[in-house]
C-alpha cells in the first residue's frame, strides 16, 4: 500500500495553501482592516470563519463521500445536484473567479510600471493564461510544479510582505468606518465571501484527491486523511496570511486613507516601505497567487465537464481559459460588481450543503433532510442575490424583517428551523423501509 512520505506530504498542502490563496485572498483584508479600525481583530475573527474555517470544513466533507461534489450532493437528487454543481463550477471558474486572477494580478503587478490601458492588460492576460494553460494541461504534476516549486516561492514573498506589516507598520491602527462600528464581527463574516473560498473548496476537493491518487495512493482512508492535513496546512497558512493583510490595512489609513480597494492599499503600503523594489515584490506575490488559483480551478473545472459532458478534459481546459481571457479585459471593478450578487445567493446553499454532509450520520435518510432545507436556502439566497444586484423592489418585504436580514444573514433563522423540523420528520419516519415510531 502506497503512502505519501512527510515531504511530499508537505508537498501538497503547499500545493493546496496555493490553490485557495488567489485574487480575493490578497485584495479583500486589507480594504476590511482599513474599513474596521480599532475593531480589526473582531473583523478578522469573523473573516477566518468563512475565509479559512468554512473552507476547511468543506474539504473535510468532499474527503469524507470520496473528493467530488457530485457525491456531496447526492442527497438532493440527480438533476438538483447537477444544477447546484454546474452554477458553482461557473461561477468559481472562467464567469468570475479565474478571470478575475487575471485582472487582480494585472492591476497589482503590471499597471504600476504599464499604465491602465486596455492594451496592456490584453497582452498581459494573454501571455497570463498561456501559462495557466500550460500548467493546467498537465493536471499529474500539480504537486510537483505547484507544490515543490512555485508555492516555496510564493511564501517566500508572502514573508517579506507579511513580516514587513508586522514589524513596520505605516502607522498606528485607524478609526473604523460606519459599516464596521455596530457589528464589525458580522461584516467581517460576510466579507469572507468575497474570497470565494468556500466555493473554492467545492471544486478543488476533486484537484487535491486527484493529485494524491497520481502520487500512487489508492487507499480511500488514506486519501480522505491526506485530504484533510493539506487543508489543515492551507488553512494555517491562509490564517497568518491573513492577519498580517488586516493588520496592514487597519494601520495604512495614513499614508492609504482614500484607497477605494485594497489593491490600491497594497500598492501605497509597499511603495511607502519599500519604494520600487516592493512594487516588484508585490507582482511577484500577486502573480504567483493569481496563477497558481487559476491552474487549479481550471483544472477543477476541466475534469468535472469532461466526465459530465462528451467532450475531452483538453477541450474543457481549453475553452474555459479562452473564455476566462476574455472575460478577464472586462475590468476589475465590473468584475467584482457583477460577482457578488451571485456569490450572496451561493454562498449559504454551499454553507448548508456542507453542514448537512458533516452531520449526515445523524439523518436516517439524508434526502428527507437535504431536499426540504437546501430548497428554503435556495429561496432565501435567491432573495439575497436579488437585494445585492439591486432589485431590492422584487423582494417582498417580510424577507427585509428577518432577525439578521439587516447583517445579510436572513436566511439563517428559516433554514435553521426547517432543518430542525426536517429532522424531526426524518427521526420519526425512522430508517427507509422500517415502520414509522
Not at 469573523?46 to 473528493?67: E, K, M, N, S, Y
Not at 473554492?200 to 487535491?208: E, K, P, T, W
Request: aromatic share 10%; hydrophobic share 55%; net charge neutral.
Amino acid at each position: 500500500m502506497t503512502r505519501l512520505k512527510s515531504l511530499d506530504l508537505l508537498a501538497l498542502g503547499f500545493m493546496t495553501f496555493a490553490l485557495f490563496l488567489g485574487a480575493g485572498n490578497i485584495i479583500f483584508p486589507p480594504g476590511a482592516g482599513m474599513a474596521a479600525g480599532e475593531h480589526v481583530w473582531s473583523a478578522a475573527f469573523g473573516f477566518l470563519i468563512t475565509g479559512v474555517g468554512l473552507p476547511l470544513l468543506t474539504v473535510v466533507a468532499l474527503a469524507r463521500v470520496g473528493g467530488g461534489m457530485n457525491e456531496l450532493t447526492a442527497p438532493l437528487g440527480r438533476r438538483a445536484g447537477t444544477l447546484l454543481a454546474v452554477a458553482v463550477y461557473l461561477a468559481i471558474g472562467p464567469l468570475f473567479a479565474t478571470p478575475r486572477t487575471a485582472t487582480v494580478s494585472f492591476e497589482m503587478g503590471v499597471a504600476p510600471f504599464s499604465g491602465h490601458e486596455s492594451s496592456a492588460l490584453l497582452i498581459y492576460s494573454v501571455a497570463y493564461f498561456a501559462a495557466v494553460l500550460f500548467l493546467a494541461l498537465n493536471p499529474g504534476k500539480l504537486v510537483d510544479s505547484i507544490g515543490k516549486f512555485l508555492t516555496p516561492v510564493l511564501l517566500a514573498a508572502l514573508l517579506v510582505l507579511g513580516g514587513a506589516a508586522l514589524m513596520s507598520p505605516a502607522g498606528e491602527i485607524g478609526q473604523s468606518t460606519e459599516a464596521y462600528q455596530a457589528n464589525p464581527f458580522v461584516k467581517g463574516f460576510l466579507e469572507g465571501y468575497l474570497t470565494m473560498d468556500t466555493l473554492g473548496a467545492l471544486v478543488f476537493g476533486i484537484v487535491i484527491a486527484t493529485a494524491i491518487k497520481d502520487r500512487g495512493v489508492s487507499d480511500r482512508r488514506l486519501i480522505t486523511r491526506y485530504s484533510v492535513v493539506a487543508g489543515l496546512i492551507a488553512a494555517t497558512g491562509l490564517s497568518v496570511v491573513y492577519l498580517a493583510l488586516f493588520y496592514l490595512g487597519a494601520t495604512s489609513q495614513g499614508i492609504a486613507g482614500d484607497a477605494l480597494n485594497g489593491v490600491q492599499i497594497l500598492i501605497h503600503y509597499v511603495q511607502h516601505t519599500f519604494g520600487i523594489y516592493g512594487s516588484l515584490l508585490l507582482a511577484v506575490v500577486i502573480t504567483l497567487a493569481c496563477l497558481t488559483t487559476a491552474v487549479g480551478l481550471l483544472t477543477a473545472c476541466g475534469e468535472y465537464f469532461s466526465k459530465m459532458l462528451p467532450v475531452s478534459y483538453r477541450t474543457v481546459v481549453l475553452v474555459f481559459g479562452l473564455f476566462s481571457l476574455v472575460v478577464s479585459n472586462q475590468g476589475l471593478t465590473q468584475l467584482i460588481s457583477v460577482s457578488v450578487p451571485v456569490l450572496v445567493g451561493l454562498y449559504p446553499l454551499a454553507i448548508v450543503l456542507v453542514a448537512l454532509s458533516l452531520l449526515s450520520s445523524l439523518w436516517c435518510s439524508a434526502p428527507r433532510v437535504f431536499v426540504p432545507t437546501m430548497a428554503v436556502t435556495l429561496i432565501f439566497g435567491l432573495a439575497d442575490a436579488f437585494n445585492a444586484a439591486g432589485f431590492k423592489a422584487l423582494v417582498p418585504s417580510l424577507f427585509a424583517n428577518l432577525p439578521l436580514a439587516a447583517q445579510g444573514l436572513g436566511w439563517l433563522l428559516p433554514v435553521a428551523v426547517t432543518l430542525l423540523a426536517a429532522a424531526i420528520f426524518d427521526r420519526l419516519r425512522g430508517e427507509p423501509g422500517t415502520q414509522p415510531v
